[in-house]
């Protein structure tokens, strides 16, 4: 929109108004005659280029309202709040620093003073750090806090088992410990990473799969500690092994069908309902396979007791789900072929 010297001499009239001076105190402030600024005011000229950023500081505005003769108010909103942030960012800060100096300067001085020793002190040390990296460090001016924040927590939360185990708790928790954490990382940051990496050309599109790929590995190592700490590496590959591949399986066939399978969303999910209800039967059938277990349930719907009650809901869930996902199956076809007679 064009702005006319009327407009902008009604603009600086009304910032004038509003910041309580006359036109005597603006010219004089502004080292100008009292009759430049009523020319501004009556629209008769604008003021000189080399004006515009001391004007607009006298009227408590920006350079580009003054040029564009209206308040910026979304823009003064999206300052006020950024500044607001910068306050409530800076008071949370300093308070939890001061916290934290606080709570470690007197847990030392009490421990050594009662016990004339530090004892109980040093488990103390990494949970008050552990506490900093999660709510402290991010705000901290450091180089990509993110990450520096999870280091940070990592560190020191294997740094708190690590005392525990040595001065309390010796045993085979800590490597499964540590694992486990580990293992966790990897499930919620490994696909961040995928993503943030650069790959090669044949793997870029593949991230989904070699994520699930990684967290698999990491689970069958899990589970290799677990049962080397407990000193039962000869249940790990059987029965463990099989077990896992077996709760792996439904996992990778639902995440490998909604990546790659080349149909529609509605088409996707009619297969993946499908392998559902087919799965609810077949991962059951192949637990009790491996632990070579007799099944207790025998399907009859005409009784409903502790014998068939369990056959029974799995067939009817088999059923429902089959149900679904025909009709998904159903809609997806019928929206191709509208699809298709549009295009045509």
């Known amino acids: 929109m064009d702005i006319t010297k009327q ?17 005597r ?10 009759s430049a600024v009523s020319k501004w005011e009556r629209g008769l000229s604008y003021p000189d280029i080399t004006l515009v950023a001391q004007l ?10 003054l040029i564009s003769a209206s308040e910026d108010r979304l823009g003064r909103a999206e300052r006020r709040d950024a500044r607001s942030y910068r306050q409530w960012r800076g008071a949370v800060l300093w308070t939890t620093l001061g916290c934290y100096a606080a709570a470690i300067l007197t847990c030392f001085i009490v421990n050594l003073s009662v016990e004339h020793t530090l004892s109980w002190f040093w488990p103390v040390l990494p949970a008050v750090v552990l506490a900093f990296s999660l709510t402290t ?41 540590c694992a486990a954490i580990l293992f966790g990382m990897l499930v919620v940051f490994g696909p961040i990473w995928l993503w943030l990496w650069e790959l090669p050309a044949p793997l870029a599109n593949h991230r989904a799969a070699l994520a699930l ?5 990491g689970l069958l190592a899990l589970l290799l500690v677990i049962f080397v700490s407990i000193g039962r590496t000869d249940l790990w590959l059987w029965p463990v092994l099989a077990l896992a591949g077996i709760g792996l399986v439904p996992v ?7 990546r790659y399978l080349p149909l529609s969303g509605l088409g996707r999910a009619a297969v993946v309902v499908a392998l559902c209800g087919v799965l609810v039967f077949a991962v059951d059938l192949a637990v009790d396979w491996v632990l070579e277990s007799d099944r207790d349930g025998a399907l009859d719907l005409a009784r409903w007791d502790p014998v068939t009650i369990s056959a029974n809901v799995q067939f009817l869930v088999l059923v429902g789900l089959l149900l679904l996902a025909a009709v998904l199956g159903l809609v997806a076809g019928v929206r191709r072929r ?4 549009r295009v045509g």
């Open 25 to 34: 105190e603006l010219a004089g402030r502004l080292h100008v005659t009292e």
């Open 213 to 217: 790929g990684i967290d698999t590995i």
């Open 338 to 341: 509208l699809d298709f007679g």
């Open 137 to 177: 460090l991010p705000l901290l001016p450091v180089p990509r806090p993110g990450w520096t924040a999870l280091v940070g927590a990592t560190v020191s939360l294997g740094s708190l088992l690590l005392v525990v185990w040595v001065s309390y708790a010796s045993g085979p928790w800590f490597a499964v410990a």
């Open 56 to 65: 607009a500081g006298e009227l408590g505005i920006t350079a580009q309202e």
């Open 252 to 258: 990778w066939l639902i995440a490998l069908t909604t």
């Open 7 to 23: 407009d902008f001499g009604r603009f600086v009239t009304e910032r004038r108004h509003t910041t309580g001076l006359t036109q």
